[in-house]
């Protein structure tokens, strides 16, 4: 494994392998960038197929979270921590040796959710470390980060209808939204209440079930991309974003909270020559991390101020949208070279 090439290639500072003897929990952490505060990311519990895997995952995953965590202008800086699945049997054993994990890192590190993960999870974390943040709101926590993801995606959505040339109105606005989800469903909720009218798919029976009696139509998973649509909210899983798919596109505008949605590099540039404006995932998705992150402030998790990030999604991406009509570069590398820039205007 090449460990330190990937390392210099995406600038991590640090990687760290866990093992416990007790338990046989095996943890690989990713910090990717303290510069503007500790590294925040979720941790992965997955079946890797080997450790190769899981570094690459572990170094892709924390390298993200560091622009997502820049561009959201928060001051703490990307990280992600991958457990090799499966998870010992003994649940709170097993919690408890990755804390150690994390206590170890001094704060360098601070854990949240990611898959295989749960709010019940942070609290066993919490009970031997303090760097896991993510707690529900009984516990004093930020809770459910997926209402301030949706309310971001619903912002970022205006900004791109602008930049589209379009009105920033949802009366009668058409989105095809992919993924009801918690997110998913979070953003046709806010798009209803708005006069928009949406058709939805998903590959789970119940919620496609929520999404009509929401109010959404409810239209063929294979059908969602190419819908006829002004907008398309890609809010299931990441890759959507392809050569082929981008063929058949009607929308003429892409604003979702699903991860990496487009396949390859390549694909902003394909979106680009289609003339279709494309909201940046890791920007306009931030709303969850924003809230999970304000559970750090040394003042206590603050709702009003995590209302204020969220709303300026918007602005952000009105920031990004000009930069890019003005430099012909894709929105995507645009926000890449946001984050980069205030990434190292913080080091100095
Ligand atoms: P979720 O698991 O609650 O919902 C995802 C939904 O997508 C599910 O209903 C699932 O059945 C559906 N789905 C899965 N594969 C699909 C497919 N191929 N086609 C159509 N539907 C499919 O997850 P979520 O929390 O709503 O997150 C949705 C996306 O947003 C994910 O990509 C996630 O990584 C991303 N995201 C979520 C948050 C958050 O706050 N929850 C924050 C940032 C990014």
């Known amino acids: 494994m090449a460990v330190f090439k990937g390392m210099v290639a995406a600038g991590h500072e640090e990687v760290a392998f866990f093992q416990d003897a007790e338990t046989g929990l095996q943890a690989i952490v990713a910090v ?25 995952d572990v170094l892709r ?77 009984a516990d004093g926590g930020s809770g459910d980060p997926s209402p301030h993801t949706a309310q971001g995606v619903v912002v970022g959505m205006r900004s791109a209808l602008r930049a589209a040339g379009m009105s920033a109105d949802f009366e009668g606005l058409r989105v095809a939204v992919q993924g009801c989800g918690n997110v998913g469903f979070g953003v046709i909720e806010r798009l209803i209440a708005g006069g928009a009218e949406v058709l939805a798919s998903d590959i789970d029976a119940a919620a496609v079930e929520r999404a009509r ?27 959507i974003l ?15 909270a699903a991860n990496n949605q487009l396949a390859t590099d390549a694909d902003a540039a394909r979106l680009a020559e289609r003339g279709i404006v494309y909201a940046p995932d890791f920007v306009i998705n931030a709303g969850g991390l924003i809230n999970v992150a304000d559970e750090v402030d040394p003042h206590g998790y603050n709702a009003t101020r995590v209302a204020g990030r969220v709303a300026a999604i918007e602005t952000t991406l009105d920031h990004i949208f000009a930069e890019s009509a003005h430099t012909g570069r894709t ?6 070279d946001m984050a980069h820039s ?7």
């Open 213 to 239: 009696v929401a109010g959404a139509c409810i239209v063929d998973n294979d059908d969602i991309l190419s819908a006829d649509v002004d907008v398309l909210a890609p809010c299931g899983v990441g890759a």
């Open 61 to 137: 995953l924390s390298e993200a979270m560091s622009y997502k965590a820049a561009c959201a202008g928060l001051d703490c800086g990307g990280a992600k921590a991958v457990v090799m699945g499966p998870f010992p049997n003994d649940r709170a054993a097993g919690m408890h040796a990755l804390a150690g994990f994390v206590e170890r890192l001094s704060g360098r590190y601070i854990a949240t959710e990611d898959m295989g993960m749960n709010e019940s999870d942070i609290a066993l974390l919490n009970e031997v470390t303090r760097y896991a943040v993510g707690r529900s709101l």
């Open 342 to 348: 205030r990434i190292g205007q913080a080091s100095r």
């Open 331 to 336: 929105s995507a590398q645009t926000a890449l």
């Open 32 to 56: 990717h960038s303290t510069v503007r505060g500790p590294g925040i990311g979720g941790v992965r519990i997955r079946d890797y197929r080997d450790e190769a895997e899981a570094l690459t």
């Open 242 to 256: 392809s050569e082929q798919s981008i063929a058949r596109l009607q929308a003429h505008v892409i604003a979702g």
